[in-house]
T-cell receptor, first 116, second 112 residues
């Protein structure tokens, strides 16, 4: 199966502290990976996406960064958290059908981040 | 700017009423289209998807959507809603660049 592991599930961090959220996938190679932030009334905001190791596309200039050090690992980071970084963060990957073509997105369980 | 628009932010219907949720996107070229649903307290799940072929797509739980290329639209429909359809619905568009954009969502409340 093509599984996404995302942790931690919940996190409370003080303002100004660093952040590292990790997402790993199993059962597929060279997946397209995404970080989203979900906020009430704003849907899923695309933050970063990656089509391969070291390849990061940033969609929203903000206090966050992403890295892809390994094929199946996608990390969301911040050097100094802001109150406005609070939210629900989702990692996603595109599925791969039997023919190798990309299918729909599959999501991790998400991380609820509260910055205090 | 590239975007996906869901014009109805909140919809309230009675059971057995018909549903249509709008979704428009602003890209040209080839796109893949999706509708996801998020039930209260649960995670996103796929309702239906369009990649090519018949522009009328049937999904799970009696939902369907029609891709109208000339209107850049992919509206979601259900002829008769149930109380259990109360949820938030998200339209999403994927371009050939693998960029996958979601709309802001529509919250549907179905009254019994």
């Amino acid at each position: 199966s093509q599984t996404i592991h995302q942790w931690p599930a919940t996190l409370v961090q003080p303002v100004g502290s660093p952040l590292s959220l990790e997402c790993t996938v199993e059962g597929t190679s060279n997946p397209n990976l995404y970080w989203y932030r979900q906020a009430a009334g704003r849907g899923l905001q695309l933050l970063f996406y990656s089509v391969g190791i070291g390849q990061i596309s940033s969609e929203v200039p903000q206090n966050l960064s992403a890295s892809r050090p390994q094929d199946r690992q996608f990390i969301l980071s911040s050097k100094k958290l802001l109150l406005s970084d609070s939210g629900f963060y989702l990692c996603a990957r595109l599925g791969q059908g039997a023919s190798g073509m990309n299918t729909e997105a599959f999501f991790g369980q998400g991380t609820r981040l509260t910055v205090v | 700017a590239q975007s996906v628009s869901q014009h109805n932010h909140h919809v309230i219907l009675s059971e057995a009423a018909s549903l249509e949720l709008g979704c428009n996107y602003s890209y040209g070229g080839t796109v893949n289209l999706f509708w996801y649903v998020q039930y209260p307290g649960q995670h996103l799940q796929l309702l239906l998807k369009y990649f090519s072929g018949d522009p009328l797509v049937k999904g799970i739980k009696g939902f369907e959507a029609e891709f109208i290329k000339s209107k850049f639209s992919f509206n979601l429909r259900k002829p008769s809603v149930q109380w259990s359809d109360t949820a938030e619905y998200f339209c999403a568009v994927k371009r050939s660049s693998y960029k996958l954009i979601f709309g802001s969502g529509t919250r549907l409340l179905v009254r019994p």
